[in-house]
């Protein structure tokens, strides 16, 4: 069984702060709502939570569960579910309805999306000791969220608010910048649009709905056993049980609920329903991962897997297992880049899984067995086997790209060589992985420039920021069979593997040659490299340094000047400046070769 958490339900067109709907999670408009509702209703069985406490439900059964008692739940939730004939669960906070005043969670939330963020920075800092605001901004402006989805002024804001602001501090801010944006003349006058009502309370129960608690304060601090009674008797007034109730942030305090006699309770844990689990510590499953039952997949070694996982993830598209291998199998294949998924996955809740061998052929049962819809490429420098693409409702999306439009710059490492050639653009395509090599039929392209000052890291930081666009615009189109593809026509060209050894740079070729090797082969890669004597120089920053500047008498390679770590060395058309490593002897007149 699973329950499903739901906030507000908005018209982006008739509320008072649509950006506030649209960057944060879970919160929705009355479309994605609706479009949430079908597809539950078209894979579940919608229960009451009477129903969960009589034990009349199976894997198949569906809860749903309203937080914060809103306004938006009587005028854009009750006439749908009226009209599906549906019930649902809808969990209020006491404090807005007893005392008219805005519970803090949604204080700090309206703040952060007032029009002008910067200055409600200015604000709070001006509230402190000059002395403190450069600190304070440190140490509020970080977050450790891995789903983060605000820049540094929204984390500061939420931080500082949550963690360090005095109420007063929460009022005032909220005052400045909500209630006199939005033209409201009081806090109460918030809490009248904003949230339920008594009369509107009764009304969803008198047409079916089910009402629970969730704190009086939504302040898992505050909401001790006297505020909770304080609840229950708001309850009573209004000729209801408070027999449900929802956890406000997910923090479980189990004995309050207990001595107020509440039968069932919802925490925020990302599963769904057993039947061993405790009916007052139930997990529920957010709404934004809910609308999707096809398994995606992602095949990935590079930071840039994690990247693409996340943006997925962060926009509504669920994926159930990252497939990657371990660091001692990417070191005996070469494969540059790898890093480890295991914290990432851990605090996703994702499923990992070590592939056995890179090349996917010794894992084909994983691929049998787990019935996945859809594969994605994040970074997995080797074809997929047909064995795994057989297994697979819509197939494997590959990624690939040069300087030339598909069928031509196919093959190995095209971003190092479209650097070593001197390109000016990359198109970058998602198709539909075949046996082939990057032959499939092309799903979706995207160009962008190389600069001058791109490198190899600053290019795969563009091709993770139109893959993550293409793969979002593409998927859902992919999952309900609307896609439309473009066949590859031509005669394909093929680019050649490169080994470590094609790093060596040859300093009878010009400045631009050698610019273009040693940004093209940066780290990750193996570096570009040359010798003083015997010892072997590897080259991670350089760049061009003169065209006149040249010693007839000098020869190229030559050692001319050497400015502390800065090194000065001649080729064929100019100079050559890259910084040295701590443990390189070099000395000026030294021939590198």
């Given amino acids: 069984m699973k329950a499903v958490m739901f906030h507000d339900v908005e018209d982006i067109n008739h509320c008072l702060c649509p950006d506030r709907i649209l960057g944060i999670q879970g919160l929705l408009t009355i479309d994605c709502f609706n479009t949430k509702l079908k597809f539950i209703q078209n894979n579940y069985h919608i229960k009451r939570v009477e129903n969960y406490e009589n034990k009349d439900y199976d894997i198949k059964s569906c809860l749903l569960t309203f937080d914060d008692g809103l306004k938006s739940h009587y005028k854009n939730v009750l006439p749908i579910l009226k009209k599906e004939k549906l019930s649902a669960l809808f969990l209020i906070s006491g404090m807005p309805i007893k005392e008219k005043k805005a519970c803090n969670a949604h204080k700090v939330q309206f703040i952060n999306f007032s029009r002008d963020r910067r200055r409600v920075v200015d604000f709070l800092l001006d509230s402190l000791n000059s002395e403190e605001k450069e600190s304070l901004w440190r140490e509020f402006s970080e977050t450790n969220h891995v789903n983060n989805l605000f820049n540094s002024e929204q984390v500061f804001i939420k931080n500082f608010l949550e963690k360090k602001a005095t109420q007063e501090l929460i009022d005032n801010s909220f005052y400045e910048f909500v209630l006199k944006e939005k033209g409201l003349l009081s806090e109460a006058d918030f809490v009248d649009s904003f949230y339920l009502n008594e009369k509107e309370i009764k009304t969803m129960y008198q047409n079916g709905m089910e009402i629970g608690g969730h704190g009086y304060y939504h302040e898992s601090e505050k909401d001790n056993e006297k505020s909770i009674i304080t609840l229950k008797t708001m309850f009573d007034t209004m000729g209801l049980d408070m027999n449900y109730y929802s956890y406000p942030n997910g923090v479980v305090n189990k004995s309050p609920i207990v001595s107020a006699n509440a039968k069932v309770a919802f925490t925020t844990e990302n599963r769904g329903i057993v039947h061993h689990d405790n009916p007052i510590e139930l997990p529920r499953v957010p709404c934004q991962n809910i609308n999707q039952k096809e398994k995606i997949v992602i095949c990935g070694i590079q930071q840039q897997g994690m990247d693409i996982c996340k943006h997925l993830i962060n926009n509504g598209i669920s994926i159930d297992t990252i497939v990657t291998i371990k660091k001692d199998l990417a070191l005996s294949h070469q494969a540059s880049g790898w890093v480890c998924y295991k914290d990432f996955c851990k605090k996703m809740g994702i499923k990992l899984y070590y592939a056995k061998s890179y090349n996917l052929k010794k894992d084909q049962k994983l691929f049998e067995k787990s019935e996945f819809s ?196 001649k080729c064929c058309d100019g100079l050559i400046c890259f910084k040295r490593d701590s443990f390189q002897t070099l000395n000026k007149g030294d021939i590198l070769v």
């Fill in 374 to 569: 859809l594969l994605l490429l994040g970074g997995w420098q080797r074809l997929i086997p047909k064995g795994v693409l057989d297994n697979l409702t819509f197939g494997a999306i590959g990624q690939h790209g040069s300087s030339f439009p598909l069928p031509k710059g196919r093959g190995r490492s095209p971003l190092n060589w479209s650097l070593i050639e001197n390109k000016k653009q990359i198109i970058w395509n998602i198709f539909k992985l075949t046996s082939g090599i990057d032959s499939g039929p092309i799903i979706n392209s995207k160009e962008f420039n190389i600069t001058p000052w791109d490198d190899i890291n600053s290019l795969y930081y563009k091709v993770s920021m139109v893959v993550k666009q293409m793969y979002l615009e593409s998927i859902p189109k992919i999952l309900d069979n609307s896609i439309k593809t473009i066949n590859q026509i031509g005669t394909p060209t093929f680019y050649s593997k490169r080994s470590p050894s094609d790093s060596r740079i040859n300093w009878n070729k010009n400045v631009l040659d050698i610019y273009n090797l040693t940004r093209a082969v940066k780290k990750p890669y193996p570096s570009a490299f040359t010798f003083n004597g015997i010892q072997k120089i590897t080259i991670n920053n350089c760049k061009p340094f003169d065209f006149c500047l040249q010693n007839s008498n000098s020869k190229n390679g030559e050692i001319i000047e050497i400015f502390g770590e800065d090194i000065i060395v």
